[in-house]
T-cell receptor, first 113, second 116 residues
Framework: EDKVVQSPLSLVVHEGDTVTLNCSYE??????LLWYKQEKKAPTFLFML????IEKKSGRLSSILDKKELFSILNITATQTGDSAIYLC?????????????FGQGTILTVHP | GAVVSQHPSRVICKSGTSVKIECRSL??????MFWYRQFPKQSLMLMAT?????????EQGVEKDKFLINHASLTLSTLTVTSAHPEDSSFYIC????????????FGPGTRLLVL
């Protein structure tokens, strides 16, 4: 059975801190790993990673995938209160499950002023 | 582009009634739509995968007779919660995959269901 594990489950920091969120996985037929941010409503897409070692960056957020060690990290530098959200890691696989997303439990990030 | 809408955004109903939730892809055709359920402070749990013109594929433990899914067109899927009970109260989210980008899912804003 495919498994996605995120850590920590929750994190409380102050504005300006840097945070690293972890996502490890065990899947057969890996295709891609995605990061989403969820505030009050539906998740919004952050990154999709398919290749090892290539960092994806968007402003203060960056992410990288290690397909040998089966994990990904999401970094947020100089955190702001608007970064408070649930961060979700999800995987897609091939075969009959093509297109399905398997989500991790999520990391609840709280950024205090 | 790539907007997915859900209707209604919030619904309160009495126990025993049925509730229909619509999911529409507004500016693209979606061969596949997915329905998720989310409890407070938890992650999304996939309920079923809906392919246009065919029967939905349900995840283990999800009752297909309770959660009826219809994907009648390339832009619309509906989820009907039949004979709703208080334990069905949850946040229901749909997502849609465009034909050309099947690994990308765009999420709707979700529907909050409260069954009294």
């Amino acid at each position: 059975e495919d498994k996605v594990v995120q850590s920590p489950l929750s994190l409380v920091v102050h504005e300006g801190d840097t945070v690293t969120l972890n996502c490890s996985y065990e899947v057969t037929n890996f295709r891609s790993l995605l990061w989403y941010k969820q505030e009050k409503k539906a998740p919004t897409f952050l990154f999709m990673l398919t290749s090892s070692g290539i960092e994806k960056k968007s402003g203060r957020l960056s992410s990288i995938l290690d397909k040998k060690e089966l994990f990904s990290i999401l970094n947020i530098t100089a955190t702001q209160t608007g970064d408070s959200a649930i961060y979700l890691c999800a995987l897609t696989t091939g075969g009959t499950s093509y297109g399905k997303l398997t989500f991790g439990q999520g990391t609840i990030l709280t950024v205090h002023p | 582009g790539a907007v997915v809408s859900q209707h209604p955004s919030r619904v309160i109903c009495k126990s025993g009634t049925s509730v229909k939730i619509e999911c529409r892809s507004l500016d693209f055709q979606a061969t596949t739509m997915f329905w998720y359920r989310q409890f407070p402070k938890q992650s999304l749990m996939l309920m079923a995968t809906s392919n246009e013109g065919s029967k939905a594929t349900y995840e283990q433990g999800v009752e297909k007779d309770k959660f009826l899914i219809n994907h009648a067109s390339l832009t619309l899927s509906t989820l009907t919660v039949t004979s709703a009970h208080p334990e069905d109260s949850s946040f229901y989210i749909c997502s849609a995959s465009p034909r050309a980008l099947q690994e990308t899912q765009y999420f709707g804003p979700g529907t909050r269901l409260l069954v009294l």
